[in-house]
């Protein structure tokens, strides 16, 4: 009885089991139909959304950036005073001026008074400049006049020197050899008559009175004699050097008062030249200060110097300690920017390229540019210049380093006119494929140095296999196929499923025909040598990189993904997909 009661007990619950595993059942039946008819929708849409034929066809290689406008031409006006003033007058924000037109006119009256103080002084230090320039002269002509006569005080003495030595010495000293002379021949006739008068008073022919004169007379002749000689001796030893010295002294110190002469007047004239030269630079300083104050005060009216757009320099500024917009009575400070002046008859497009484009674009490339501001229309253009150093993206993307490119637009003022600031987007023409085969960009790839493509695998269902190829050019769009595919060729524009990949080795064959072969590592290197260091720039500057984007991600260490502006999508077999897939629902 009491096994009835318990089987009676465990009925239900093998009820419930069985109606828990008949469910069960049905559910697994359920999902694995669903998922049949999903992958089955999903091979569906591989042959017909996600699959581009391999074609024969032309592109223009282009990239894609965007700036804003710019005049090409822009006049910066700023305060020239060197002190504050106040806006007495203003031009209208807005307007359009012609050259010579006014734009701000500031307060003077300051300048002013400061000019009518200077013009006195002015006055004042030309006076005393005329005092200094007639002293310089007049000691000019004292000068001369002093060291006329030292020169003449030197001629003298040297004359009188001359004519001592030539003249008065000479005479002197033939005047000494006369008289010596006469007074040695005087000695010798009075010597030998007093020796007769001896004889002669002797034999008693002559007095006694008479042999004592001729004695005297011998006496007078000796003393004479001996006089003349002792003259001779003191001219030769006392006088003549005496006359000498006393007529040298005379020219040497005629010299030296020459000597003392010139300096002096050297002295008397740079003192005076210094000061007609000071008062000449407090002159000029004057002059130069009032004409400074005369050019500030010009200044106080600024006039446009182009013809152009008149733009506040306060609107563009967002200085928080700005002094608010320029208005009638806001102080203005020196070298203070007013007013920008932009020419916009002349206008130009300032766009980014990213790095890796940057060293394909050249000056005189054709270029359109879509203004959004301006309803849309585009403007035909040439890149003008493309910037020397590359700019980084800021805090919010490190990273990035892009260049300025500025093209030149053409377009007619009246029909179009733009101003500066508006936002645009150029399409650079980097150059042209002609009839080559092409296939979309999205369907290329890159595993290491190898790009590759996806392509149905033959017996395989929706299921794909990569094939290597040699890819020439690229644009946004389109990229050039020079070996691995043949037109009509199917390939894959996006990044497949890992389920979706044959998984299989390289193809030999395929990567030959593609310009790789295996290396003994088993990895494709190209074929005639070894690569050159993935990431490694062709050039010290900017220039388009031999590394794929993706390989240059890889070495940062982040996803791989598409640089704006560049012309390939660079993915790995496992990265994300250049293009979205389209949705579940839409298959």
Request: a neutral charge; proline letters at 6%; glycine letters at 8%.
């Amino acid at each position: 009885m009491s096994s009835t009661k318990q089987r009676r007990r465990l009925t239900p619950l093998r009820l419930m089991a069985c109606a828990g595993v008949v469910g069960l059942g049905a559910a697994v039946y359920l999902i694995a139909a669903g998922l049949g008819q999903k992958q089955q929708d999903r091979g569906k849409a591989v042959l017909t959304s996600e699959l581009a034929l391999v074609q024969r066809s032309s592109f223009d290689i282009t990239t894609t950036a965007t700036g804003d406008l710019r005049a090409q031409k822009q006049k910066e006006i700023r305060s020239e005073l060197e002190t504050e003033s106040i806006i007495v007058e203003i031009v209208a924000e807005g307007s359009v001026v012609k050259t010579g037109d006014l734009l701000i006119k500031l307060n003077g009256d300051p300048i002013q008074t400061q000019i009518d103080e200077e013009s006195l002084r002015v006055e004042s230090a030309n006076a005393e400049l005329i005092a200094a320039e007639n002293g310089f002269k007049i000691q000019r002509s004292e000068n001369e006049s002093k060291l006329r006569q030292a020169r003449l005080k030197l001629e003298l003495a040297q004359l009188a020197l001359e004519q001592w030595d030539k003249g008065e010495r000479v005479q002197k000293e033939k005047d000494i050899e006369l008289a010596l002379d006469e007074t040695a021949k005087e000695l010798q006739r009075l010597k030998d008559q007093y020796e007769k008068s001896i004889n002669l008073e002797k034999e008693g022919f002559l007095s006694r009175n008479q042999l004592q004169m001729d004695e005297i007379a011998y006496r007078k002749a000796v003393a004479a004699r001996e006089k003349a000689e002792l003259e001779r001796q003191t001219y030769e030893q006392y006088q003549k050097p005496k006359d000498r010295k006393s007529k040298e002294s005379d020219v040497a110190e005629a010299q030296a008062e020459l000597e003392r002469t010139i300096q002096q007047n050297e002295i008397e004239l740079a003192s005076k030249d210094a000061d007609r030269l000071n008062k000449r630079r407090q002159h000029q300083m004057r002059m130069d200060r009032l004409a400074k104050l005369q050019r500030q005060l010009a200044a106080c009216t600024i006039l446009a110097p182009q013809d152009g757009l008149v733009v506040f320099a306060t609107s563009t500024d967002n200085d928080p300690n700005s002094q608010g917009p320029l208005q009638v009575g806001r102080r203005v400070f020196p070298n203070e920017l007013l007013i920008i002046l932009p020419d916009t008859s002349r206008m130009i497009a300032q766009v980014k390229v990213h790095e890796s484009m940057a060293g394909r674009v050249r000056p005189g490339q054709s270029a359109s540019v879509r203004v959004d501001a301006a309803s849309g229309q585009t403007f035909l253009g040439r890149v003008e210049s493309v910037g020397v150093l590359a700019e980084g993206g800021g805090w919010r993307d490190p990273n990035r380093r892009e260049y300025t490119v500025r093209i030149a637009l053409n377009h007619d003022p009246d029909d179009a006119p733009l101003k500066p600031s508006m936002r645009c987007e150029a399409t650079i023409i980097l150059g042209k494929v002609e009839n080559s085969l092409i296939v979309p960009i999205q369907a290329v790839f890159t595993d290491e140095m190898v790009r590759f493509v996806y392509t149905p695998a033959p017996g395989r269902g929706n299921r794909f296999v990569r094939v290597p190829i040699g890819l020439g050019q690229r644009s946004d769009t389109f990229a050039h196929v020079t070996a691995g595919l043949e037109e009509g060729t199917r390939v894959l524009v996006r990044q497949p499923q890992p389920a979706e990949v044959v998984q299989a080795p390289w193809d030999e064959a395929q990567l030959k025909v593609a310009g790789f072969k295996l290396g003994d590592d088993g990895k494709p290197v190209p074929v005639g040598g070894p690569p050159n260091p993935r990431g490694q720039s062709r050039g010290a500057g900017r220039g388009e990189p031999v590394g794929t984007p993706s390989e240059a991600a890889r070495a940062r260490g982040s996803k791989p993904e598409t640089p704006a502006g560049s012309n390939e999508v660079a993915a790995q077999p496992k990265a994300e997909p250049a293009a979205p897939a389209p949705a579940e629902g839409s298959k």
